[in-house]
């Protein structure tokens, strides 16, 4: 069975201890925190990505970037956030079009 939403997601920049509250505070099904990676993945029901995030780009210090990506199966779609310390920016495309203009090798 597909699931309806699936969220992807690296984070760096976040400090060891921040990051292990995270991993309880965070929606998502999946949170780990390797050699100052935090990794995202979750495959089910809808959670709410934009308050996630907001905890996210918060706990960043000023080297932290990400990003995460949420497919949506239902509306066949996909929202590519790009995280930064206290904020992010968002892009979302048809999941046909996800390609377009990226030129092949």
Same mark, same amino acid.
Request: with cysteine; hydrophobic share 35%.
């Given at each position: 069975?597909?699931?309806? /939403? #699936?969220? /992807?997601g690296?984070?760096?920049?976040i400090?060891?201890?921040r990051a292990e509250?995270?991993?309880? %505070?965070?929606?998502? *099904?999946?949170?780990?925190y390797?050699?100052?990676? +935090?990794?995202?993945?979750h *495959?089910?029901v809808?959670?709410d990505v934009e308050?996630?995030l907001? +905890?996210?780009?918060?706990?960043?210090? %000023?080297?932290?970037?990400?990003g995460v990506d949420v497919i949506?199966? +239902? *509306?066949w779609q996909?929202t590519?956030y790009?995280l930064?310390?206290g904020? /992010?920016?968002?892009?979302?495309?048809?999941l046909?079009?996800v390609?377009?203009?990226? #030129?092949?090798?």
């Amino acid at each position: 069975m597909q699931h309806a /939403y #699936r969220i /992807y997601g690296t984070v760096r920049g976040i400090p060891a201890a921040r990051a292990e509250r995270l991993k309880a %505070e965070l929606p998502f *099904e999946g949170v780990s925190y390797t050699n100052g990676v +935090l990794d995202i993945d979750h *495959e089910g029901v809808w959670v709410d990505v934009e308050a996630a995030l907001d +905890l996210l780009v918060n706990c960043m210090g %000023e080297d932290g970037r990400g990003g995460v990506d949420v497919i949506d199966n +239902l *509306e066949w779609q996909i929202t590519r956030y790009t995280l930064r310390p206290g904020g /992010y920016s968002s892009k979302t495309m048809d999941l046909d079009n996800v390609l377009d203009g990226v #030129r092949p090798n």
